[in-house]
């Protein structure tokens, strides 16, 4: 086992010859591989995580990691650009762990039922944890940075400013938020587009949090929160938005949640679609999937403009912002870091190791791997009235 994890270990080093790193074996034994200043330092503890690895691949690797079985010093993302490569993420699977991966994936299904629990095991940690990372306006997703000095908080705002544009709003419009979390989206566009705004989540904590402070700016007349599954949303708007919510409706919902953002927008009406997804359909992270995101599912960019097309939903305009949610997170692991204290005490080191690994792997997902970000504007039939260019976006 040892001379297999040297071989990889000296492929891996080969395919990426500007990471020098070291690796220090269960036997204590320690290997260099590369040269110049080490990136970091790779400590298999016990002789199973290093199977567990081999056998089981990321899977493994990153649960053996949150037990404490594992030790990584130095820069965890050049690490996990490791396993993006296919050497190491296409590792064979044992027939237990396929099956395990399998129950699980038929246990976190999106359905009405189990939606609302898939939900909770994510986002009801608390308020307090999410405000240890997250800035102030308490945006789970994707900023859109305009400059290198861009503050977290800044990019959040110019991120509800780039789809507001996107979307053309007006004062008096309507506007409908699928999965609108703490309510970030509605009070931009309320404050500074004078629109009427209603929003749905599946979590009790986003829901009190976000009437909270729509009460507190005097909002109550502009925005409604709604506890409620999208499936159960009713009504007309003029306006549609989901931002980081799509990632959770699942592959085989993707057509219902189409009809029923064309049964919410109106004829002609325009729509934004904010979610992370990729151009091929590979495999899902099997370890995301099982403790950070269950029922989660990263959309492939032509189901989903297929699936649009298939209901009249017209795409006018697809933008990447990959590299902005690299920044994003990178963002989110400061502060998450500058708190973990605060965070062990809170839960225990086994979920601060958990979280460490979810928001480091993520953003070494987006700089190096598969998944990217999109924003998809699309009209409800045919509209004739859009601008003509994108000089709308760019303008002070």
């Known amino acids: 086992m040892k001379k297999t994890l040297q071989e990889l270990f000296g492929a891996l080093s080969r395919n990426f010859p500007d990471i020098p790193f070291e690796v220090r074996f269960w036997d204590g034994q320690t290997e260099t591989y590369g040269n110049g200043s080490t990136a970091f330092t790779l400590t298999l503890k016990t002789g199973t995580a290093a199977r567990r690895c081999l056998g089981d691949g990321t899977l493994g690797f990153r649960e053996e990691y949150v037990a404490g079985n594992i030790d990584v010093d130095g820069n965890l993302q050049q690490l996990i650009r490791l396993g993006v490569d296919p050497r190491f993420r296409n590792a064979k699977l044992s027939p237990g762990a396929r099956l395990a991966i399998f129950l699980q994936h038929i246990r976190s299904l999106n359905t009405m039922t ?37 503050t977290l908080e800044q990019a959040q705002q110019q991120k509800y400013e780039h789809i507001c544009r996107k979307l053309q709003l007006k004062e008096g419009e309507t506007l409908v938020d699928i999965g609108c979390g703490w309510g970030g989206m509605l ?121 649009m097309g298939e209901r009249g939903l017209v795409p006018v305009d697809v933008e990447n912002l ?43 997902s987006f700089r190096w791997g598969d998944i990217r970000l999109y924003q998809i504007l699309f009209t409800n039939g045919l509209n004739n009235s859009l601008p003509m260019t994108r000089e709308h976006l760019y303008q002070t």
């Open 322 to 364: 990959r590299l902005h949610y690299v920044r994003t997170l990178n963002e989110w692991t400061k502060r998450f870091e500058a708190n973990a204290q605060e965070i062990r005490k809170m839960f225990d080191d086994g979920f601060v190791r958990m979280w460490r690994m979810y928001l480091n792997g993520s953003a070494a």
């Open 114 to 150: 189990k939606s609302p629990g898939n939900i909770s095991h994510h986002y009801d940690l608390g308020d307090k944890f999410y405000r240890y990372y997250l800035d102030e306006s308490m945006t789970y997703s994707c900023a859109y940075f305009r400059s290198e000095e861009d």
């Open 187 to 307: 009070l931009y566009a309320a404050r500074h587009y004078g629109v009427k705004g209603l929003g749905c989540t599946l979590s009790p904590h986003q829901a009190q949090y976000a009437r909270t402070r729509v009460a507190a700016e005097g909002l109550e007349r502009h925005i409604t929160i709604s506890l409620e599954d999208y499936r159960n949303m009713k009504g007309r708007f003029d306006k549609f938005v989901s931002i980081g919510m799509f990632e959770h409706v699942g592959k085989g919902f993707i057509p219902a949640f189409m009809d029923k953002a064309k049964g919410l927008l109106k004829p002609g009406g325009t729509g934004l679609l904010h979610t992370i997804g990729k151009e091929l359909d590979t495999a899902e992270d099997s370890w995301t999937m099982k403790y950070i995101f269950p029922g989660g599912y990263l959309p492939v960019l032509d189901h989903v403009i297929r699936t």
